[in-house]
């Protein structure tokens, strides 16, 4: 079995025991199968393996090749070993000059182990020798002729497939000789092929092999069209390359590149003239112009450059001429835009006053606040109409990234300037009025905080040198008047909000929204549907159903919705050919808008003891919320429910407190307090609600509970309460007028400390309500609840009542 040319080892080593007839000697291997009929090398290295092998060369007997469960056991013992490996015969022993050992072995036929045997310094076991079936079925022959196929296919499809392989592939008559060779020269994992050593049928091995080779083929195609893509995709490239260079020669021989680019350097550099830059900002853009002319056409940096230069030119360095500020036809277009708000214009038009007197002066900066539908975004329109100046808008709605007020770096790829330059660019003007809409709804994130790069653009002191990342030199921004609106200031940064002056814009009344209806949303709903005057007449008493049966808003947004669905069934009228003007009363509202949304329960609500009206004050203006109480048997516990926050739990907790206090006073037998529960509920109880201005109502509401006295249905109030009985000052004292004025509200109780706000209120509410200041809690009972019990009340009208809940 050894080759002569081989050093065979020396027979001086120790004598064992001679091996039974069965038994063989084993050399395990760690990551390769031997099957039979094919030559393998195989590397052993460990001492125990060495010393196996040479004493089969000396004893000329062949070997079990045996592949070992883990390829990290380092000396395999007989549980490490798989059970069926290959019997081969030692072709050549090789000793390499660096040490290594080396076997040439040929597979015979499969053995599995019966046992290990123990005495030799090398693994030795019985076994049991497996003989292959030669017996050929119709399906194994069917089996075969489609392996051999998939063989053959699988070798073709390789880079550079071995003729010689092929034609043994090809020479291959034996069913189980095919599968053993198919998968020994396949890649796939050890196991994979210890598997296939393990299938002792040759039908049920066939088919493990077709199903190894099938997923091997589509493997091997998906590679070689991936190759053939990237080879296609070079080829391209190439192509182009070459056509590019010799493009650029035909130029160079007609002598028009050079001259088309030399004419579009000479158009920019008068470009860069006329533009009117600062020193500074020219310097820059010659340099970049300096860098283009050496710059070839195909560099992918050419674009960019020339992209950064024609924003340099496009944008407006110098003031345009700017004529006189009229400030009666200011104050003409102010009130031809808006109706009411006469503070507000009073603050333009003296803000317009002061631009005039002293354009070169640093303006403040006017932020509109108020609930949505009140006109903000148009009364920069207006400004810009009365300044005669250009109007743009950036919204800031959902902003959540710095770069969008600061602009990207040139060094990004699609890179723009900030929206604030952008603005400036579509303007055309450097005395622009910018409208920087709902700045209270800018987000912060990961890219930075776009609040804080406001800072410096709202600042009049710093926005003169303001510096955007995609220019990377400075721009004047002293001379755009910027405006901002809010919906709630809470949210706005207080480094923010100190830059600017605050104009707060409250809800309209009944009949301000009337006259706004009359003289704007009627005529412009018309225009929107098509129709034409006179053809439509929709008196002022169906507006005013409109505005308080199907709106209820502090703006009039809602409003002109519902105007407009009115209008549109009158054209739905006219498109089919009725003539004549159509009228639109009161009674036909139902038929068109439905019916009423919104009707006046509040005479409803309070007509029951403990129950008393509030007012509130919400981000999109005021409210009205009321307060409900009842008593149930129980020990004196509090219930409080409507999702109310802890402030406005502690109102509740406070309210009790001095009605307890106050009880003899009051009339209360402060018994009754220790055999019941007190529940307030304030509706609606899926909106969650908080404050301290609720107090007074709370405390309305369980003195009236408790006296069995109603509150003054026709009465709304707000403030908060002390433990001693005072009535504290409370915010947003015109919005929750104008709330109590629109719900049909006659009177209202507010803090005597929130007099100063009297002012602020809109003339209409000031003039329709009866005002009650309030210094303590005694003076709300005095003026808020009716003078006697209900007429329906008897002697045990109190113990009744302790067993049933307050109506809502």
């Not at 809800?507 to 018309?526: F, N, P, S, W």
């Not at 008493?541 to 409003?559: F, H, M, P, Q």
């Not at 309305?700 to 109603?710: G, N, V």
């Given at each position: 079995m050894?080759?002569?040319?081989?050093d065979?080892?020396?027979?001086?080593?120790?004598?064992h025991?001679?091996l039974?007839?069965?038994?063989?000697?084993?050399?395990p291997?760690?990551?390769?199968?031997?099957?039979?009929?094919?030559?393998?090398?195989?590397?052993?290295?460990?001492?125990?393996?060495?010393?196996?092998?040479?004493?089969?060369?000396?004893?000329?007997?062949?070997v079990?090749?045996?592949?070992?469960?883990?390829?990290?056991?380092?000396?395999?013992d007989?549980?490490?070993?798989?059970?069926?490996?290959?019997?081969?015969?030692?072709?050549?022993?090789?000793?390499?000059?660096?040490?290594?050992?080396?076997?040439?072995?040929q597979?015979?036929?499969?053995?599995?182990?019966?046992?290990?045997?123990?005495?030799?310094?090398?693994?030795?076991?019985?076994?049991?020798?497996?003989?292959?079936?030669?017996t050929?079925?119709?399906?194994?022959e069917?089996?075969?002729?489609?392996?051999?196929?998939q063989?053959?296919?699988?070798?073709?499809?390789?880079p550079?497939?071995?003729a010689?392989?092929?034609?043994?592939?090809?020479?291959?008559?034996?069913p189980?000789?095919?599968?053993?060779?198919?998968?020994?020269y396949?890649?796939?994992k050890?196991t994979?092929?210890q598997?296939?050593?393990?299938?002792?049928d040759v039908?049920?091995?066939?088919?493990?092999?077709?199903?190894?080779?099938?997923?091997r083929?589509?493997?091997?195609?998906?590679s070689?069209?991936?190759?053939?893509?990237?080879?296609?995709?070079?080829?391209?490239?190439?192509?182009?390359?070459?056509?590019?260079?010799?493009?650029?020669?035909?130029q160079?021989?007609?002598?028009?590149?050079?001259?088309?680019?030399?004419?579009?350097?000479?158009?920019l550099d008068q470009?860069?003239?006329?533009?009117?830059?600062?020193k500074?900002?020219?310097?820059?853009?010659r340099?970049?112009?300096?860098?283009?002319?050496r710059?070839?056409?195909?560099?992918?940096?050419?674009?960019?450059?020339?992209?950064?230069?024609?924003?340099?030119?496009?944008?407006?360095?110098?003031?345009?001429?700017?004529?006189?500020?009229?400030?009666?036809e200011?104050?003409?277009?102010?009130?031809?835009?808006h109706?009411?708000?006469?503070?507000?214009?009073?603050?333009i038009?003296?803000?317009?006053?002061?631009?005039?007197?002293?354009?070169h002066?640093?303006?403040?900066?006017?932020?509109?606040?108020?609930?949505?539908?009140?006109?903000?975004?148009?009364?920069?329109?207006?400004i810009?109409?009365?300044?005669?100046?250009?109007?743009?808008r950036?919204?800031?709605g959902?902003?959540?990234?710095?770069?969008?007020?600061?602009?990207?770096?040139?060094?990004?790829?699609?890179?723009l300037?900030?929206?604030?330059?952008?603005?400036?660019?579509?303007?055309?003007?450097?005395?622009?009025?910018m409208m920087?809409?709902?700045?209270?709804?800018?987000?912060?994130?990961?890219?930075?905080?776009?609040?804080?790069a406001?800072?410096?653009?709202?600042?009049?002191?710093?926005?003169?040198?303001?510096?955007?990342n995609?220019?990377?030199?400075?721009?004047?921004?002293?001379?755009?008047?910027?405006?901002t609106?809010?919906?709630?200031?809470?949210t706005i940064?207080?480094?923010?909000?100190?830059?600017?002056?605050?104009?707060?814009?409250a809800?309209?009344?009944?009949?301000?929204?009337?006259?706004?209806?009359?003289?704007?949303?009627?005529?412009r709903?018309?225009?929107a549907?098509?129709?034409?005057?006179?053809?439509v007449?929709?008196?002022?008493?169906?507006?005013?159903?409109?505005?308080?049966?199907?709106?209820?808003?502090?703006?009039?947004r809602?409003?002109?919705?519902?105007?407009?669905?009115?209008?549109?069934?009158?054209?739905?009228r006219?498109?089919?050919g009725?003539?004549?003007?159509?009228?639109?009363?009161?009674?036909?509202?139902?038929?068109?808008?439905?019916?009423?949304?919104?009707?006046d329960e509040?005479?409803?609500?309070?007509?029951?003891?403990?129950?008393?009206?509030?007012?509130?004050?919400?981000?999109?203006g005021?409210?009205?919320?009321?307060?409900?109480?009842?008593?149930?048997?129980?020990?004196?516990?509090?219930?409080?429910?409507?999702?109310?926050?802890?402030?406005?739990k502690?109102?509740?907790?406070?309210?009790?407190?001095?009605?307890?206090?106050?009880?003899?006073a009051?009339?209360?037998?402060i018994?009754?307090?220790?055999k019941?529960?007190?529940?307030?509920?304030?509706?609606a109880?899926?909106?969650?609600?908080?404050?301290?201005?609720?107090?007074?109502a709370?405390?309305?509401a369980?003195?009236?509970?408790?006296?069995?006295?109603?509150?003054?249905?026709?009465?709304?109030?707000?403030?908060?309460?002390s433990?001693?009985?005072?009535?504290?000052?409370?915010?947003?004292?015109?919005?929750k007028?104008?709330?109590?004025?629109?719900?049909?509200?006659?009177?209202?109780?507010?803090?005597a400390?929130?007099?100063?706000?009297?002012?602020?209120?809109?003339?209409e509410?000031r003039?329709?309500?009866?005002?009650?200041?309030?210094e303590?809690?005694?003076?709300?009972?005095?003026?808020?609840?009716?003078?006697?019990?209900p007429?329906?009340?008897?002697?045990?009208?109190?113990?009744?009542?302790?067993d049933?809940?307050?109506?809502?």
């Amino acid at each position: 079995m050894l080759s002569p040319t081989e050093d065979t080892p020396s027979r001086g080593a120790a004598s064992h025991p001679p091996l039974p007839p069965d038994a063989l000697i084993i050399v395990p291997v760690r990551n390769a199968v031997l099957f039979p009929g094919l030559v393998f090398p195989i590397a052993i290295g460990r001492p125990k393996s060495i010393t196996a092998a040479q004493q089969a060369v000396r004893d000329q007997r062949q070997v079990g090749i045996l592949l070992q469960r883990d390829a990290e056991v380092a000396d395999p013992d007989a549980i490490d070993m798989h059970r069926i490996g290959t019997v081969a015969s030692i072709v050549r022993y090789i000793t390499a000059p660096d040490g290594t050992h080396h076997l040439v072995c040929q597979g015979e036929q499969r053995f599995q182990i019966i046992e290990f045997l123990s005495g030799w310094p090398f693994l030795v076991a019985r076994v049991l020798r497996l003989p292959e079936s030669e017996t050929r079925t119709s399906e194994i022959e069917a089996r075969f002729v489609h392996l051999k196929a998939q063989a053959v296919e699988s070798v073709q499809l390789l880079p550079q497939a071995p003729a010689e392989l092929l034609a043994a592939m090809q020479s291959i008559e034996s069913p189980s000789a095919l599968a053993d060779f198919a998968v020994a020269y396949m890649d796939v994992k050890p196991t994979e092929k210890q598997e296939i050593l393990e299938t002792l049928d040759v039908s049920a091995r066939m088919e493990k092999v077709a199903r190894l080779l099938s997923h091997r083929i589509e493997v091997l195609r998906l590679s070689q069209k991936i190759g053939e893509k990237t080879k296609a995709a070079l080829d391209e490239r190439q192509r182009e390359v070459l056509l590019r260079e010799q493009m650029a020669a035909i130029q160079r021989e007609l002598g028009e590149g050079e001259e088309g680019k030399s004419a579009e350097m000479a158009e920019l550099d008068q470009a860069i003239t006329k533009a009117g830059m600062p020193k500074e900002v020219e310097d820059q853009a010659r340099k970049e112009l300096r860098r283009l002319q050496r710059m070839p056409e195909a560099a992918g940096e050419y674009g960019m450059v020339r992209t950064y230069l024609d924003w340099l030119i496009e944008l407006p360095w110098s003031l345009p001429e700017q004529s006189p500020i009229d400030i009666n036809e200011a104050r003409r277009i102010l009130d031809e835009d808006h109706y009411g708000l006469d503070k507000i214009k009073r603050r333009i038009v003296e803000y317009l006053a002061v631009r005039k007197l002293a354009p070169h002066g640093k303006a403040p900066i006017l932020c509109f606040a108020g609930p949505p539908g009140v006109g903000k975004t148009s009364l920069g329109q207006s400004i810009a109409r009365a300044m005669n100046r250009k109007f743009v808008r950036v919204s800031l709605g959902g902003v959540h990234d710095e770069a969008e007020i600061r602009g990207h770096r040139r060094t990004y790829i699609g890179a723009l300037p900030g929206n604030i330059i952008q603005a400036i660019r579509k303007a055309g003007a450097r005395n622009c009025v910018m409208m920087l809409d709902e700045i209270d709804k800018l987000g912060a994130g990961i890219q930075g905080d776009p609040g804080a790069a406001l800072l410096e653009v709202l600042d009049p002191e710093q926005n003169s040198t303001f510096r955007d990342n995609y220019l990377g030199v400075p721009f004047d921004l002293s001379r755009v008047v910027f405006l901002t609106t809010a919906n709630m200031l809470d949210t706005i940064p207080g480094p923010l909000r100190d830059r600017m002056e605050i104009i707060s814009l409250a809800g309209y009344t009944a009949d301000e929204k009337l006259q706004i209806a009359r003289r704007y949303l009627v005529r412009r709903q018309m225009e929107a549907n098509g129709l034409q005057p006179g053809q439509v007449e929709l008196p002022d008493e169906a507006i005013r159903d409109i505005i308080e049966l199907y709106t209820r808003e502090s703006g009039v947004r809602n409003l002109e919705r519902e105007v407009g669905k009115v209008l549109r069934h009158a054209a739905v009228r006219f498109a089919e050919g009725q003539s004549g003007p159509i009228r639109v009363g009161r009674e036909d509202l139902t038929t068109i808008l439905g019916a009423a949304r919104f009707e006046d329960e509040v005479a409803m609500r309070t007509s029951v003891p403990g129950v008393a009206t509030g007012l509130a004050w919400t981000p999109v203006g005021g409210d009205i919320l009321f307060i409900e109480a009842t008593r149930v048997p129980g020990g004196g516990r509090l219930i409080l429910t409507g999702q109310l926050g802890d402030v406005m739990k502690e109102s509740a907790q406070a309210a009790l407190s001095i009605v307890k206090n106050r009880a003899a006073a009051l009339g209360i037998d402060i018994g009754r307090f220790e055999k019941s529960d007190i529940h307030i509920h304030v509706p609606a109880g899926a909106t969650p609600k908080d404050g301290p201005s609720a107090g007074v109502a709370m405390f309305m509401a369980l003195t009236s509970l408790m006296t069995d006295r109603t509150v003054r249905s026709d009465t709304a109030m707000t403030g908060e309460i002390s433990l001693r009985g005072l009535v504290l000052p409370v915010g947003g004292i015109k919005e929750k007028v104008v709330a109590a004025h629109r719900a049909g509200i006659k009177r209202v109780m507010l803090p005597a400390r929130n007099r100063k706000d009297f002012e602020d209120i809109p003339e209409e509410a000031r003039n329709r309500l009866e005002f009650i200041w309030l210094e303590r809690v005694e003076e709300a009972v005095a003026a808020g609840l009716d003078a006697t019990a209900p007429a329906d009340a008897d002697a045990d009208k109190a113990t009744r009542r302790v067993d049933a809940p307050a109506q809502a």
